[in-house]
Structures are given as C-alpha cells and as structure tokens.
C-alpha cells in the first residue's frame, strides 16, 4: 500500500489506508465498519491510518489505548471530510475502558456536523478527546452542516476533559473553524472545576483561525482549565461570542482579535479565573472588551495595543504605557528658570515588568553662578499613577567650553539631584532616569 505525498509528518511504523478496508470516499455509505477494521488491523505498538481525499459518513471511532498509538492522517485538512453520521456524535474517542492514550497525532482533515445536531447541547460533540496526552492535534477543521446562516451544528467541536480520562499537555495546532453556524464552543478543555485544580490539563492553542461564525458563544472555553496557552490564533468577525473564556495561569500571547462579542473573560464568581495570567503582546482591531474579574492574583496585561479596546473588570495589572506604546519621557524642572528639552530617547524600551529607562538632554543657562537642584517628574500611568522612579544618573553637566560641572545627589527625594555651576555659560545636562508601572 502506498501514500501519497500529503503523508508528510509521521508515517512510520505499521501503516493502513481506509480505502483498503471498504471505506467510502463519496460519503453515501456509512464507513465507520471500514475505519474502525483499519484502525484494528493495527498491531499492538500501533502505526498510522490514512485517509485519502474525499467524503466519509462516519458514527464513532474507539482509538485504543497505549500501547498501541494510532495516528490519523488525512492527506489534507480541506480535501477529507468526516461527516457526522449522528446528531450527538463523537466522531472520535478512545475506546471508552480505564487507560490512556499518549503520544498520538490526528491532522488532516474536516468533520461537518449532522443535519440534526443541536448546537445548544453541549453533549453533542464532534472529537472527544479525554483521554489523549501529550498528543498533537494538527490542521484539524470543522463546519456545520449547511453554513453560518443556517442550522445543524454540534455543541462542541474539540472537547478535552479530566473526566472520565486525565488528559495533560496536548497541543493543538492550525484549527480552523470559518463561515459555519456554531458550534456552541470550539474548543471546551473542562477540568471539572474547582475540584480537581490539582490536575492541570496544560494546553497550547496555537495558529489557528476562528472566523465569521454565526450564534457561537465561546471560541476558547478554559474556565475550567489550568494551564491554557493560546498563541498566534485569530479571532474575527463573530461579534456574538467571547473569544476567550480563562481559568487560572493562561497566557494569552500574539493574538488577533477582531469585531468580537468579547475578548477575553472570565467568570467573575470564580475566584481561581484569570488569576496567574499573563495577556502579552496582542493586538485588537476594533471595538470589544475584556473583561477581567479576578478576586486572586492580579492577571499582566503586557504590551497589548488596538483601538476601541475597553478592559473592565477589577484586578487587572496593566504594564501598557498611557497610549499603548513607550510611556512618555520624564520631565526636568529647575528651582530657577527653565531646562530646555533637546532630546528624550528611550535607551530601554519597557519590559515584561513595566520598567523602562530613558536618556534626556536638556540645554539650561543659569541665571546666577550657584548651586541649583533639578527635579525630573516621571508621567501619569494607564491607572492616573505617577509610574515610579526606581533610579537615575546623571551622565554629564557641562558648559559651552565642554567642561563638566559638579552634581550631587539630593538625599530627601528620589528624583532630585544639584548641580553647582561656576559660570552663566548656556549648559548641557544629561540624565539617565529609570521608572516602571505602578503596582
């Protein structure tokens, strides 16, 4: 049996074509028989089921447990389809005894829902996952029965759970779920709440697209879940649902967020949501809101930028300068007449901790040859804060000749410091001021 060449990633080990089996491709007759014969002609350590382009009925899948791995593949995400041959689904599960299924790839392809699913019942699934760990789900897409105007979609596309099975560290990759009506929640990793916060699932979500979709109410349902990194994805033009639903430590980095019903949330009667969270780095187009409510640990809100961008909520620590960008230059004042601006560079832009360190140069000429002191005021933060000093240097007090004149620090305040001047030459000082975010 040969492959053809979209079985790139992981064909190794024992392989088995669908086709081989009965399957059929035009998506008439049911071929679940002919899967689940492919899947269990398999040896004991496993191997690869592939699926060639075209359309299969499918009712459910039992993927064994360890040891024996099977991988599904499909020779492309768009060109294979399995169609839900039941309203209620899964498509695909393990085989529903105590074990676990570690270290297997699904990639490759599309499930479309039944004609009668009912994206209201959240037990009406396309993949249930429970069970899989440290498993890679790739280039994996949904659509609904018809399309975003019409009906017959799932409750959930992917759903990861700790119960019936513990499932931990699996990646998903290149989900793609555009112009479809529903489902109810794409992606739902559900750790049974509170009680089992001890049994992180530890998920990545990354470059994946959720697109145009029609009464859904949750892109990226983790309330429930610890652990939850979502990079790279897009998020656009579904303005009835929440983008992303955080449970406790997730990392929300590299995002797009487009014309949605909400940004990112959490459940505000959960104290453990959004608490130990990090928002980095995301940009958002539009108007929409983040709503963080977190009574734990304060949540980072790091780099992000966009317009229309509303965040409510309490608890939220926000690193963002007042425009989104580098926070504005200090600002330097005499206790006699006034320091003239020549330059404000940002020598450190603003890190992960809100700190930033800024070079100034002020040209001033004094009036009197005498001791003056000089007080530099950081700016006005995001929360109506002055951001804090946390140091400052004085790089060079000098007059036109070029000769340095003594400075001294001021021991009562931070953000002072004297310079005794000899002469009323026009001077140049230069100061090197670092200051963070307020906490």
């Not at 768009?78 to 676990?100: D, F, H, N, S, Y």
């Amino acid at each position: 049996m040969s492959l053809t060449k979209a079985s790139y990633s992981m064909i190794t080990g024992a392989q088995a074509n669908v086709l081989d089996f009965g399957a059929d491709k035009t998506g008439v007759a049911d071929s679940t028989a002919a899967f689940q014969a492919a899947i269990d002609s398999l040896p004991t350590n496993g191997g690869t089921v592939y699926m060639p382009s075209g359309s299969y009925l499918i009712s459910t899948l039992n993927m064994p447990n360890d040891p024996k791995i099977v991988n599904l593949l499909g020779e492309s995400m768009l060109g294979v389809e399995l169609k839900m041959a039941t309203a209620a689904g899964p498509v695909i599960r393990k085989v529903q005894t105590a074990g676990r299924i570690t270290g297997a790839t699904l990639e490759n392809f599309t499930i479309r829902a039944n004609t009668a699913s009912d994206k209201t019942n959240l037990n009406h699934i396309a993949m249930s996952l429970s069970g899989y760990s440290n498993s890679f789900f790739k280039n994996l897409a949904y659509r609904s029965f018809t399309s975003a105007t019409g009906a017959g979609s799932v409750g959930i596309f992917i759903k990861i759970s700790s119960n019936p099975y513990l499932s931990y560290q699996n990646v998903l990759e290149g989900i793609n779920v555009q112009v479809s009506y529903g489902p109810s929640r794409c992606i739902s990793l559900d750790n049974n709440g509170g009680t089992v916060f001890q049994n992180p699932n530890i998920v990545e979500i990354r470059d994946s697209w959720f697109y145009a979709l029609g009464q859904c109410d949750t892109i990226i349902h983790a309330y429930d879940n610890t652990v939850t990194t979502v990079r790279n994805c897009i998020f656009e033009d579904c303005p009835g649902a929440d983008s992303i639903g955080m449970g406790q430590n997730t990392m929300v980095e590299n995002c797009w967020f487009e014309l949605m019903g909400s940004n990112i949330n959490t459940l505000s009667t959960a104290s453990t949501d959004g608490s130990g969270s990090v928002i980095l780095n995301n940009y958002f187009s539009g108007a929409g809101t983040s709503f963080i409510d977190t009574i734990n640990v304060k949540p980072l809100w790091i780099g992000n930028n966009g317009g229309g961008q509303t965040v409510t909520g309490q608890g939220v620590l926000k690193l963002n300068a007042p425009d989104g960008g580098t926070p504005a230059a200090p600002t330097l004042s005499a206790s006699s007449g006034t320091p003239t601006l020549v330059s404000a560079v940002a020598a450190v832009p603003m890190d992960a901790t809100g700190q930033v360190t800024y070079k100034l140069v002020y040209a001033y000429t004094p009036a009197v040859a005498q001791t003056y002191k000089f007080t530099f005021t950081t700016p006005v933060s995001i929360t109506s804060a002055p951001y804090l000093t946390k140091g400052y240097t004085v790089g060079a007090t000098r007059d036109s000749n070029g000769d340095p004149k003594a400075w001294g620090l001021d021991s009562t305040a931070t953000n002072s410091f004297y310079v005794a001047f000899t002469s009323t030459d026009a001077h140049t000082i230069s100061v090197l001021v670092t200051f963070r975010a307020p906490i």
